[in-house]
């Protein structure tokens, strides 16, 4: 297509560039991470703009290579400083499973710092523990299944990143290919023969196919986009022959700003600035990169909109970082009280094992407590961790020199426990149960006194020490039943002959009844001995007769006769005299109460003398006198009774 010369110097004056270097500036130079955003940082309002642009290209090249920034923008961010060792290593298997490999890369690295903090911690404290108890330090070997899981996760991300890098490789040099060719096809636009209509609408469907080309390698990313736009400055030269076409690529790429800036404006507002900076960072994106120049007569008032906007949003994370860096001086000071407080624990006196297992808790406790508590400034960071970690180290020391000397004495009750096994060893075997049943009992009762053994040894030697023991009074106790066959034979016969007594019918006969009775107490003293833990039968048989006797149609005191000389029978059958002892003294003190009490009422009566003899409470008394000489009576009789015995 030919351009003539005088159309050309005639709309000269009028030709403005695609975008002017103004209009692409951006409040700061790229996204940071919140530990290296300083809060008092702020825009260089004298910063070249080139320079500027540059930077904002490096970021847009980065971006293109990764196309999981947005993805890495939706991805939770945890804090991985207040989660144990295995929250983490299940994040980081959750992350590396279900999210894509190129969103997870800041994640992977705080994950990576903090669970390598931690498990360096956790080593140091398994060494001193092992030095503590003996070990050389050239020894020290510590085999950890956490530390493999994570290794394994590790791995697994490698391979997917390394897969995935692969894969996009060749795309990004389709996409090379694929941009430089359409920058040839607009470099071919100045010559082709066709009509001016027909030349701009296949411009602007290059410009679509370059907006849709994808990411391109980030060494080739600068020189391949001011190739572009200098060749798209070149047709907009060319174009201005047709003003038609180019008012109304203005009014297009207003419109567009417009919009641009409306949702800039709103990300002001956004309480999120975050967020808000993220978004404006792709607002900028497209203001440069998609859309073209305005009418002159808008280019410095819609410039002055979106620049304030993006003033506005860069205010509100300068405050957001600000407001941060109070938060991490408080958490800072939380930090510092814990570690106050396990320098408390540790120097606490108190030093036996059941007060070093509650400090053990409490420790523990306020180091989960410390990991929640949430960052501090950066330039504290690593002095609070070291702080911490002296300290529980010197609180761990402290603990590993205690259980150190515990164990030491573990080892001395462990050399007694030892010797009362070999005794128990010894005698498992022995006949002479009346020697050494005592002296088993006594070793059980000292093992118990002893003490704890190492732990590694308490289970084996208590299982020795129970066999033996327990082989000895099993044998024991089977000689001992042999020994009671007799007794438990008796047993069963008593029992039926208690059962028998229990349903006995009486003729109504005096003499016989008491015969028959009294074959019962006979048959029952045949019997024989039962077992010692059996014993008491025997007072379930003399309630039994007692029973039988009360059936009798006989005077109470003679009944209380017979009942009296049966229960002498069962005491004299006694091998020890200690029984027929007791019954006498009882018997004695009953007799010494009645006189006493006789005695007393007969003193009562004398405040009586000059009342009739009629007056009930008189006659009570007499009652009273009469009934407890009588029962004198009786219980003097079964004293000689008894007497008779000795």
């Not at 570690?339 to 509650?358: F, G, M, R, T």
């Not at 003193?603 to 409470?617: A, Y």
Request: proline share 2%; aromatic share 8%; hydrophobic share 30%.
């Amino acid at each position: 297509m030919m351009i003539e010369k005088d159309n050309l110097q005639e709309a000269e004056g009028t030709i403005e560039k695609p975008i002017p270097k103004e209009e692409n500036t951006i409040a700061e130079d790229k996204t940071k991470s919140s530990e290296e955003i300083d809060a008092t940082e702020s825009v260089d309002s004298t910063e070249k703009d080139e320079d500027v642009v540059n930077e904002i290209e490096e970021s847009n090249a980065e971006e293109g290579e990764d196309d999981g920034v947005k993805e890495r923008h939706r991805i939770e961010l945890k804090d991985y400083e207040a989660m144990s060792m295995e929250d983490i290593i299940s994040e980081f298997n959750r992350l590396v499973k279900h999210e894509k490999v190129q969103a997870i890369k800041s994640h992977v690295d705080q994950i990576k710092k903090e669970f390598g903090k931690k498990f360096n911690h956790f080593l140091e404290e398994k060494k001193e523990e092992f030095i503590a108890d003996g070990g050389n330090e050239v020894d020290f070997y510590y085999s950890s299944p956490l530390k493999k899981r994570f290794n394994d996760i590790y791995k697994e991300f490698r391979n997917k990143r390394t897969a995935h890098y692969k894969d996009i490789e060749q795309n990004l040099k389709e996409n090379l290919k694929n941009r430089l060719s359409i920058i040839e096809e607009i470099k071919g636009l100045l010559n082709v023969e066709e009509s001016i209509n027909s030349t701009y609408k296949h411009f602007k469907e290059l410009q679509e196919s370059w907006r849709n080309a994808g990411p391109i390698p980030r060494n080739d990313y600068r020189d391949v986009w001011n190739n572009y736009h200098h060749h798209v400055e070149n047709f907009y030269d060319f174009l201005h022959l047709n003003r038609d076409l180019r008012d109304l690529d203005f009014k297009h790429n207003l419109e567009l700003k417009l919009k641009i800036i409306e949702q800039a404006e709103e990300l002001a507002k956004e309480e999120n600035s975050n967020r808000a900076f993220r978004e404006l960072q792709a607002l900028h994106k497209m203001w440069k990169e998609e859309l073209g120049p305005v009418a002159k007569e808008h280019r410095e008032e819609i410039w002055e909109r979106f620049s304030s906007a993006t003033k506005k949003i860069h205010e509100n994370r300068q405050e957001y970082f600000a407001n941060l860096d109070k938060i991490y001086e408080q958490n800072l000071i939380k930090k510092n009280d814990i570690i106050n407080k396990i320098d408390l624990v540790a120097e606490d006196e108190s030093n036996n094992h059941s007060a070093w297992q509650k400090k053990i808790k409490i420790v523990e406790a306020l180091r989960e407590e410390f990991f929640q508590a949430g960052k501090v400034p950066v330039k504290v960071n690593e002095a609070t961790w070291k702080k911490f970690k002296e300290s529980v180290r010197s609180f761990n020391r402290k603990k590993n020199s205690f259980y150190k000397g515990l164990k030491k004495d573990q080892f001395e009750n462990l050399k007694k426990k030892l010797e009362l096994i070999k005794i128990a060893e010894e005698n498992k075997d022995s006949e002479d149960f009346k020697t050494v049943t005592p002296l088993m009992k006594k070793i059980q009762s000292d093992w118990k006194s002893i003490g704890h053994v190492p732990r590694k040894d308490s289970d084996r030697i208590w299982k020795q020490f129970k066999g033996a023991c327990n082989h000895y009074f099993d044998k024991f106790h089977a000689n001992k039943k042999e020994a009671n066959k007799e007794e438990n034979e008796a047993l069963e016969k008593k029992n039926a002959l208690l059962e028998k007594l229990k349903g006995i019918k009486l003729s109504g006969k005096q003499k016989e009844d008491i015969e028959l009775i009294k074959s019962y107490s006979e048959e029952w003293k045949k019997t024989g001995r039962v077992p010692y833990h059996k014993r008491f039968i025997e007072s379930k048989f003399q309630k039994a007769i007692d029973s039988a006797y009360g059936k009798l149609d006989m005077n109470k005191n003679d009944i209380e006769l017979i009942k009296f000389e049966n229960k002498l029978e069962t005491l004299s059958s006694h091998e020890n005299s200690k029984h027929l002892d007791h019954e006498r003294s009882y018997i004695r003190k009953k007799i010494d109460e009645i006189n006493s009490e006789i005695n007393q009422l007969e003193n009562n009566l004398q405040f009586f003398s000059n009342v009739k003899e009629d007056n009930p409470v008189v006659k009570e008394v007499h009652d009273n006198i009469k009934n407890q000489k009588e029962n004198l009576k009786l219980w003097k009789d079964k004293l000689k009774r008894i007497k008779t015995l000795y």
